[in-house]
């Protein structure tokens, strides 16, 4: 395909030629009309003889054509036009092909990722939901419970405040019967109180070690507690002690001999417990 400058060049190339060409033709033309109107003239030379000549006829004359000149025609340089250079096209950068597969691939993948971490989101909210029900239900337990110790406290210091009354009679009649008391019946019902009380500790919330921890009672002659026990030593864990206590509270009411004389024996207990023995 021609540029413009070319095209240019070749249109004034044109031009040229066929002005070239009238130049020629009227040129021609011209030497037509001319020799038309100016016959050539045959002219004869004529030699004098002193003497006549020979009879042999003369030669003949010799013709000699004129030539015209022939005109070149004058061809002018096509005009020299200052090229610039054309700048060369940029190499055009490939794209790397992108492979479908790979990249459905990776969106699988990528997919597969996000419905797991979702899923353990969801299995991370529902244990805390559990946990909190759970946390929620131990509340309501241990209300419950303090409730319960708070009537038997209230029913412990009634009665404590009959023992008081009836100890206040029979002072003497207690003190005899200490004096009789059989030392191995005391400790065989000692140890039928810490049996049952023990029978009732949760031991899961005293941990895997031998916890020891002591409690003080006072007991009513019914075998109901007067008032709330008292921890005197602890086993250094908290929901241990607090299992303990419970257990005591809900072994109500703790065996005693059927001597009245015994059972003034019982008034003020302290038990050792090991729950995990």
Known sequence: MLKNYEKEISWKAGVYAIAVHLALLGGLLISFNWKAAHPVLNVAEVE?????????????????PKIEPKVEPKIEPPPVVNEEPKPEPEAKVEEPKVDIALEKKKELEQKRLEEKAAKLEAEKLKKEKLDALR?????DEMRDNDKQLN????????????????????????????????????DEYKRKIQDKIKGNVNNELCGDGKPVLKFKIDLLPSGELSGSPK????????????AVE????????????????????????????????
């Open 151 to 186: 009537d038997k406290k209230a029913k412990n210091d009634a009665l404590k405040k009959l023992q008081q009354d009836l100890s206040a009679e029979g002072d003497q009649q207690a003190l005899a019967a200490k004096a009789s008391a059989n030392a191995g019946v005391i």
């Open 231 to 242: 921890l005197t030593k602890t086993s250094g864990l908290e929901a241990c002690d607090d």
């Open 246 to 277: 419970r257990a005591i509270m809900a072994s109500q009411p703790l065996p005693l001999p059927d001597d009245v004389a015994l059972k003034s024996q019982f008034r003020n207990l302290n038990l050792t417990f090991t729950p995990n023995n």
């Open 48 to 64: 004098l003889w002193d003497s006549i000549p020979s009879s042999a006829p003369p030669p003949p004359p010799v013709i000699v």
């Open 135 to 139: 946390a929620e239900l131990l509340k």
